[in-house]
């Protein structure tokens, strides 16, 4: 497992991911929300909206109209969703900022974001690791894809058992976890694609780039 992650940081270096520009973590859990089914490229200009109408903050998305609030963030797709999803991660943060940041019960702190409307396993986590900085590994599409071509685990486990294997296998550290995701991130763009895998898979270890059905 850790082979892996060396081979990528060796081929990619340093992602500096999650990318904020402000670096807050309301900026972080925002993003996480606006990006569900859709590209970052359609998330930066959203937040761009956001910041543009001097709305990034919690405070700032509770105190905008909802009409008002769907057309500034139209840019991420799925607009009038996600307006309602904003909100209700803007009054948690409001509620429980300071309480996370100091909690180290990290499966209590899990199960208060995936009470919040609009946050799913992936946006929960993507919230823990990068706005709080818990250590929590990050499922998505294209881990799966590099869990089932090149580390020999089954990528159609159900997102909390193929989260475990990742986990037990690493030592538990925010830090190497957020790399570790931004890296996949990084091949999965690159050269795991869905459509087969391309010339920096050949120097991976595991199935060494072949593709893999599933």
Known sequence: MLTLFHTLFDIYGEQHWWPSRSGTRWEIAAGAVLVQNTAW??????LDNLEAADLMS????????????????????????????????????LAYEKTFLKSTDLPAMRRQLLAVKGVGRETADDILLYAFKKPVFIIDAYTRRVAGRHLEFDPGLPYDALQKLFMDALP?????YGEYHALILALGKDSCQKSGCGEVCQRLPGKNGKFRSW
């Open 41 to 46: 490229a359609n998330v930066e200009k959203a």
């Open 58 to 93: 919690p405070e700032g998305i509770m105190s905008v109209p909802d009409d008002a609030l769907r057309e500034i963030i139209r840019p991420a797709g799925f607009f009038k969703q996600k307006s309602l999803y904003l909100k209700a991660v803007a009054e948690f943060f």
């Open 172 to 176: 538990s550290d925010a830090e190497l």
